[in-house]
């Protein structure tokens, strides 16, 4: 199947090191490897990693003025210059405007003919679905996140009933959507598309990567742990990852582990206010900040890990797949998380970690001292975390099931292109 894939989010460099840039990455080189051909079209390519199979076409946001001036009138909106808030939204709806037909020529001048069109959901953009419509093959949807309450809480949002507007059109125009969990399943149906247009689809690992051959020594030496246990944190340091519940549990296992290291993988907003916790605590010893860290090299970090802690924050319709989580149990370790969201599911307590109740510092802390405790159990729950890992969330899964779900809805030949 000739598959073009759509990531018109600008804040997603489809090269670097963010978890959306791996994802996109990644689902792109499992499409290629169960048999498909795919296309990638992006608002930002960015740098950092080896792009993934296939073309990859960058049609980034217009340098001109003028388009941005033309949102704003139709919006009646006179002044904007000196809202930065406003301005940007107004650029990501100019370049809207444009995507469709530019992304429509390039498959034209290259004479591609997709069968599908597979869209990662952006703030604010109906390009895809204008381009599926104009091309008259399906259009399957992935929705990570609800964009506008992410985009209006934590960096602002003046159209708000606009973006509301669109991300309804698209949700409901879309041929069918993939939801990473059940939460945003739910958010979809109050869109109101039917439930059973909506499928959900979990993040994946690729265990050829992530696996329990990787040698744990490398960088146990680097940081010079040798045989102390560690735990570990890896993702992007955000407010709701609880990162200071993490180092307040960490203060009462060292009451009974005084050996145990703690290494924190990632960067992001609180890693400040997280060094001079650490400095005004006197944890240097015992905490590793390691910073920010290639996705190529997360695998030899978690295996200098005995155990794994996704410690996020209490918060009502927990939406997140997390990608870190599935990563840890395919490298067999098990994992420490509240008893929230889908963590629910990618973690069996007792069998593949260890929950406890979101915001319990207590119950965070006791959970990974029982495990560091007992080396005999916390093996076996790695090797059935390992187990799970690979056969329940592969990408190579997601990607087949994807394409089954198009094939049901594929015409015999993609429709001619229409610019």
Request: glycine letters at 8%; aromatic letters at 6%.
């Amino acid at each position: 199947m000739k598959i073009a894939y759509l990531c018109a989010d600008g804040g997603i460099p489809v090269l670097g090191h963010k978890g959306a840039s791996v994802h996109v990455r990644e689902m792109i080189g499992a499409f290629t490897r169960t048999g498909h051909e795919v296309s990638l079209f992006c608002s930002r390519l960015g740098e950092g990693n080896a792009p993934p199979p296939g073309e990859c076409m960058e049609l980034p946001p217009q340098d001109d003025p003028e388009p941005i001036a033309n949102a704003a009138r139709d919006l009646g909106i006179e002044t904007y210059e000196h809202d930065r808030t406003l301005r940007r939204e107004l650029a990501r709806i100019a370049h809207d405007r444009a995507l469709a037909a530019r992304m429509l020529g390039a498959l034209q001048r290259s004479g591609q003919r997709p069968e599908l069109l597979y869209e990662r959901y952006s703030l604010m953009h109906r390009a895809g679905l204008q381009v599926a419509a104009a091309l008259d093959i399906p259009h399957i949807l992935e929705i990570n996140a609800p964009l506008v309450e992410e985009q209006a809480r934590f960096r602002g949002l003046v159209q708000r009933g606009l973006a509301e507007s669109i991300e309804r059109e698209v949700f409901r125009g879309a041929s069918h959507i993939v939801a990473v969990s059940a939460a945003m399943k739910t958010h979809a149906i109050k869109q109101g598309v039917p439930e059973q247009r909506i499928s959900i689809l979990p993040n994946g690992v690729d265990t050829t990567r992530f696996n329990t051959a990787i040698d744990k020594l490398l960088i146990r030496a680097r940081h010079g742990f040798s045989g102390s246990p560690v735990i570990g944190f890896v993702g992007s340091l955000k407010p709701w990852h609880g990162l200071d519940l993490l180092l307040d549990a960490f203060h009462q296992i060292r009451r009974e582990h005084g050996d145990a290291r703690l290494l924190i993988v990632g960067d992001g907003p609180v890693m400040e206010h997280l060094r001079e916790r650490i400095m005004r605590e006197r944890m240097g010893n015992s905490v590793v900040l390691a910073g920010h860290v290639p996705h190529d090299e997360i695998p030899a970090y978690l295996a200098a890990m005995d155990v794994t802690v996704a410690p996020y924050q209490p918060q009502p319709d927990f939406y997140f797949s997390p990608m870190k989580v599935i990563e840890s149990m395919a490298m067999g370790r098990p994992v420490v998380a509240p008893r929230i969201g889908q963590l629910t599911e990618l973690v069996e307590d007792g069998v593949t970690g260890r929950l406890y109740s979101p915001g319990d510092t207590a119950g965070c802390a006791a959970a990974i001292s029982e495990l560091l405790q007992n080396p005999l159990s916390r093996r076996a729950m790695g090797e059935q975390a390992a187990r799970r890992a690979s056969t329940a969330f592969s990408w190579d899964s997601n990607a087949a099931r994807v394409a089954s779900l198009a094939a049901q809805m594929c015409p015999t030949h993609a429709g001619p292109l229409a610019v």
